[in-house]
């Protein structure tokens, strides 16, 4: 059951594995890398530890049902399989198909060239015209499925589709066809194709797909019964307990919109397009009494405008703050936050001047701070405005660049980058993963909301991260320093204009900027204070995710 997951380790490396397990359990890289210390688990000399064991095995077969043209993670999974066969019989015949049609060639210079300099139509041409020469080499089936969710064009997936298939392997095909659906809102068409993959293959994930096609279907019974179904057996599935936690108890449905005066703060430079898409779904969200702060930063183009229509339409409900210049993001909110009528009120939203609002997500928000009142920031999920299938932004953790922690730097010597946040949500499409609520050491910048009183303690954003990038990172770390630390809301989805794929390129100086800024926030937090903070938020993940297993294990 789900308690003797976390129960059983016992041993350094099995509670390494446990905690990482804690902060997710998708993505191929991810759970291939949990897997290793569980398939150790028998060298402990505890045969009560073959249970690990077996979850490790399972952890792999989950690994490769992310990809399953994959052929190094089918060859990983079939290295333990043939120690003592344990996969049904139809799976390890697609593992085998898998590992057997999988052929990289021996020169991709060409291929890297064309991925380094971005030339993504180069790419799409390059990757259908090697699918059809070679259509029995899924090598080129799986990067062209790869590149198409990458720069969002189905039709490219749809073309990387056609052409035989091994028919060990035809489950993957309906599989693939159903994720086109489900990402197109075909719902019942992508039920139905989970339901035909899972019969031809018993997978879990297929399963629990076709349960969350059904869940948005509103047919929650149904879902319901069958994530029960995957959670029996797979207890070690971080996400999907945490899922099922809220379905059941009703989190998920809760809305309450924060008591209090309200304050929410946008600033802009020349993004005029954005802006009004962003203040247009703003004012027709359901805001209650709460009042509209916009700074234009120095904008030249028809920003000014913009703002004028709208402050004619919403009146005392909108105040313009229009500066000179542009002084950056973080100087932005400062400004914002400490104009006199703000600072007095009890609550703050920030939002950037990109986002999409659906019409309730100041009450979900607030129900994210009903659930968990003593932290010091909510946020949301943050999906691309082009490409609502891919995650942006979910609940982000504290990592070790390489796992662990650096050594100190020598005297004069520059300090390395030594942290980094969690991933997992870029290694998946979004599919219901990240639909829960829980703490974490960060969440996005994009909508967030806090208590004023909180803002004016843990001191302002950073203008050493002017013009953009990490200083709400930044500030959420000091939030954990004062263990106030962040709360993530994933029923709530934002939709962000801030392109992804082919359309997202940027320019040297944001890249610049960005890695800059990086290094500073490095700097201005040392490995030790880091390894707090890491160390709090592990056991607050703990504390929070342990009477949930509880509760969804009594509910089976």
Same mark, same amino acid.
């Given at each position: 059951?789900?308690?003797?997951?976390?129960?059983?380790?016992?041993?350094?490396?099995?509670?390494?594995?446990?905690?990482?397990?804690?902060?997710?359990?998708?993505?191929?890289?991810?759970?291939?890398?949990?897997?290793?210390?569980?398939?150790?688990?028998?060298?402990?000399?505890?045969?009560?530890?073959?249970?690990?064991?077996?979850?490790?095995?399972?952890?792999?077969?989950?690994?490769?049902?992310?990809?399953?043209?994959?052929?190094?993670?089918?060859?990983?999974?079939?290295?333990?399989?043939?120690?003592?066969?344990?996969?049904?019989?139809?799976?390890?015949?697609?593992?085998?198909?898998?590992?057997?049609?999988?052929?990289?060639?021996?020169?991709?210079?060409?291929?890297?060239?064309?991925?380094?300099?971005?030339?993504?139509?180069?790419?799409?041409?390059?990757?259908?015209? /090697?699918?059809?020469?070679?259509?029995? #080499? @899924? !090598?080129?089936?799986?990067?062209?499925? =790869?590149?198409? $969710?990458?720069?969002? *064009?189905?039709?490219?997936?749809?073309?990387?589709?056609?052409?035989?298939?091994?028919?060990?392997?035809?489950?993957?095909?309906?599989?693939?066809?159903?994720?086109?659906?489900?990402?197109? /809102?075909?719902?019942?068409?992508?039920? #139905? @194709? !989970?339901?035909?993959?899972?019969?031809? =293959?018993?997978? $879990?994930?297929?399963? *629990?797909?076709?349960?969350?096609?059904?869940?948005?279907?509103?047919?929650?019974?149904?879902?319901?019964?069958?994530?029960?179904?995957?959670?029996?057996?797979?207890?070690?599935?971080?996400?999907?307990?945490?899922?099922?936690?809220?379905? @059941?108890?009703?989190?998920?449905?809760?809305?309450?919109?924060?008591?209090?005066?309200?304050?929410?703060?946008?600033?802009?430079?020349?993004?005029?397009?954005?802006?009004?898409?962003?203040?247009?779904?703003?004012?027709?969200?359901?805001?209650?009494?709460?009042?509209?702060?916009?700074?234009?930063?120095?904008?030249?183009?028809?920003?000014?405008?913009?703002?004028?229509?709208?402050?004619?339409?919403?009146?005392?409900?909108?105040?313009?703050?229009?500066?000179?210049?542009?002084?950056?993001?973080?100087?932005?909110?400062?400004?914002?936050?400490?104009?006199?009528?703000?600072?007095?009120?009890?609550?703050?939203?920030?939002?950037?001047?990109?986002?999409?609002?659906?019409?309730?997500?100041?009450?979900?928000?607030?129900?994210?701070?009903?659930?968990?009142?003593?932290?010091?920031?909510?946020?949301?999920?943050?999906?691309?405005?082009?490409?609502?299938?891919?995650?942006?932004?979910?609940?982000?953790?504290?990592?070790?660049?390489?796992?662990?922690?650096?050594?100190?730097?020598?005297?004069?010597?520059?300090?390395?980058?030594?942290?980094?946040?969690?991933?997992?949500?870029?290694?998946?499409?979004?599919?219901?993963?990240?639909?829960?609520?829980?703490?974490?050491?960060?969440?996005?910048?994009?909508?967030?909301?806090?208590?004023?009183?909180?803002?004016?303690?843990?001191?302002?954003?950073?203008?050493?991260?002017?013009?953009?990038?990490?200083?709400?990172?930044?500030?959420?770390?000091?939030?954990?320093?004062?263990?106030?630390?962040?709360?993530?809301?994933?029923?709530?989805?934002?939709?962000?204009?801030?392109?992804?794929?082919?359309?997202?390129?940027?320019?040297?100086?944001?890249?610049?900027?960005?890695?800059?800024?990086?290094?500073?926030?490095?700097?201005?937090?040392?490995?030790?204070?880091?390894?707090?903070?890491?160390?709090?938020?592990?056991?607050?993940?703990?504390?929070?995710?342990?009477?949930?297993?509880?509760?969804?294990?009594?509910?089976?």
């Amino acid at each position: 059951m789900l308690s003797n997951v976390w129960e059983k380790p016992a041993s350094p490396d099995l509670r390494a594995a446990r905690d990482n397990l804690l902060l997710g359990s998708v993505g191929k890289l991810h759970l291939m890398q949990t897997a290793k210390a569980f398939l150790r688990a028998p060298e402990t000399g505890d045969p009560e530890n073959m249970f690990l064991y077996e979850l490790g095995r399972d952890m792999l077969l989950s690994a490769w049902e992310e990809d399953p043209l994959d052929g190094p993670s089918a060859a990983r999974l079939l290295e333990e399989h043939e120690k003592g066969p344990w996969l049904d019989k139809a799976i390890a015949d697609a593992a085998y198909a898998a590992q057997d049609h999988w052929r990289p060639p021996q020169d991709l210079s060409r291929f890297s060239h064309m991925i380094s300099r971005r030339e993504y139509d180069k790419i799409t041409s390059y990757l259908l015209q /090697q699918t059809a020469k070679e259509p029995g #080499n @899924l !090598f080129w089936r799986q990067k062209a499925l =790869a590149h198409a $969710a990458a720069i969002q *064009e189905p039709e490219t997936a749809r073309k990387a589709l056609d052409g035989p298939w091994p028919k060990e392997l035809l489950f993957a095909s309906h599989s693939i066809q159903a994720h086109i659906h489900f990402m197109n /809102q075909d719902l019942e068409r992508a039920a #139905n @194709l !989970f339901e035909k993959a899972a019969g031809q =293959a018993p997978l $879990a994930s297929l399963v *629990e797909k076709k349960a969350e096609a059904h869940f948005r279907m509103q047919d929650t019974e149904t879902a319901l019964s069958l994530w029960k179904d995957v959670i029996k057996k797979r207890p070690w599935h971080t996400n999907l307990a945490l899922r099922l936690y809220d379905a @059941l108890t009703g989190l998920d449905k809760k809305e309450s919109r924060p008591p209090g005066e309200i304050a929410i703060l946008v600033y802009s430079h020349n993004k005029v397009s954005d802006l009004e898409k962003t203040l247009t779904s703003l004012f027709q969200s359901d805001l209650g009494q709460a009042k509209v702060y916009v700074l234009d930063n120095g904008s030249t183009d028809n920003t000014p405008q913009v703002l004028s229509a709208f402050k004619e339409r919403q009146g005392k409900r909108l105040s313009v703050i229009t500066l000179p210049v542009n002084i950056g993001a973080p100087s932005a909110r400062n400004w914002l936050l400490h104009l006199p009528e703000v600072c007095g009120t009890d609550w703050c939203a920030y939002l950037d001047d990109d986002a999409k609002l659906p019409q309730n997500w100041l009450s979900k928000l607030g129900a994210a701070a009903d659930a968990y009142p003593d932290a010091g920031v909510w946020g949301c999920r943050v999906c691309d405005f082009f490409a609502p299938h891919i995650m942006q932004n979910v609940d982000l953790h504290l990592l070790w660049e390489g796992g662990q922690k650096p050594r100190p730097a020598r005297p004069g010597q520059a300090a390395s980058s030594i942290f980094t946040t969690s991933n997992l949500h870029l290694q998946v499409l979004d599919f219901g993963q990240f639909n829960y609520i829980r703490p974490c050491a960060s969440v996005t910048g994009c909508c967030h909301l806090f208590r004023t009183q909180t803002l004016l303690e843990s001191g302002d954003f950073s203008v050493h991260l002017s013009p953009s990038q990490y200083d709400d990172l930044e500030h959420d770390l000091r939030l954990g320093v004062m263990r106030k630390g962040a709360v993530y809301q994933g029923h709530v989805r934002i939709l962000h204009m801030k392109k992804t794929g082919k359309a997202g390129l940027t320019t040297q100086a944001e890249y610049g900027n960005a890695i800059a800024n990086k290094h500073k926030v490095q700097a201005m937090h040392p490995p030790e204070q880091i390894e707090k903070i890491m160390a709090w938020e592990q056991e607050a993940l703990a504390r929070d995710f342990m009477p949930k297993a509880e509760f969804v294990a009594r509910e089976l």
